[in-house]
Each structure stands twice: as structure tokens, then as C-alpha cells.
């Protein structure tokens, strides 16, 4: 556990601070973890300023060879939450989050180069 923990928090802080800069300068806001909580290290997700631009940025890092994914589909849109009366609009900040989450390629496996070329990737996207 401790050896997984250690390998993923080192992919978790490199993207973290490689891509402080390039956030920061296009609007994106990167995990906040506060300090009375514990960190996972699951994944490294970005919070971009709309659906457009996360499309965009889906598709630049296809073209470059690399998977990225949209996470947190509205539970109150589901099929089931749409059952039980919700509608579009009634979770606006929930909707909002899911339509701008990506998540970055993250894995036990990850090496640096490999982290390195997603980095390089996202911050050349032409945003």
C-alpha cells in the first residue's frame, strides 16, 4: 500500500505542479485538496472554464495519442433521477462541474515520460 500510495501521490504532485502555470493562465482550476483531508491520489482531474474548451482540449489530446475522459455524469439526470422528476437546471452547479471534469490519464504504472508527454500535450493545447 505504502509503495502505491508513494508512486501515485509523485503523479498526482508532478501534474499538480507542471500544470499549475498553464491553468492559471487559461482559467482552469486543478484539484484543491484542503488540509484536514487525507489524499487518495485516485486521479488528477481538470476543472475547465466550459464544455467547449473540454471538448476541444478531448480531441487535441486524441490527436496526440492520448485518452482522456469526462467523469461525473449529473446522478439527477440519469435515467433513474429523470424518473423521480428532475430536470435540467434543477443542479446547476452539479451541472456545470460535469460538463467541464476531465480526467487526465493516471495508472500505478505511470512513468514519468509518460506523464511528461500528457503534460507537454495539455499545456500546448491551443486554447
Known amino acids: 500500500r505504502e509503495q502505491i500510495q508513494t508512486q501515485r501521490k509523485a503523479i498526482w504532485d508532478r501534474y499538480a505542479l507542471e500544470l499549475k502555470g498553464w491553468a492559471d493562465a487559461h482559467g482552469v482550476?486543478?484539484?484543491?485538496?484542503?488540509?484536514y483531508c487525507e489524499q487518495t491520489y485516485h486521479m488528477f482531474?481538470?476543472?475547465?472554464?466550459?464544455?467547449d474548451f473540454r471538448t476541444r482540449l478531448i480531441a487535441h489530446l486524441k490527436s496526440k495519442g492520448?485518452?482522456?475522459v469526462f467523469h461525473y455524469v449529473s446522478l439527477h439526470l440519469s435515467p433513474m433521477g429523470l424518473?423521480?422528476?428532475?430536470?435540467?437546471?434543477?443542479?446547476?452547479?452539479?451541472e456545470s462541474i460535469s460538463e467541464r471534469l476531465l480526467r487526465l490519464p493516471f495508472y500505478n504504472e505511470m512513468t514519468q515520460?509518460?506523464?511528461?508527454?500528457?503534460?507537454?500535450a495539455v499545456t500546448a493545447f491551443p486554447a
Open 29 to 35: 482550476q486543478l484539484p484543491y485538496i484542503p488540509d
Open 45 to 51: 482531474y481538470l476543472i475547465l472554464p466550459n464544455l
Open 66 to 68: 492520448i485518452l482522456s
Open 83 to 94: 424518473r423521480f422528476g428532475y430536470k435540467q437546471g434543477d443542479l446547476p452547479n452539479t
Open 113 to 120: 515520460a509518460d506523464q511528461m508527454e500528457v503534460i507537454d
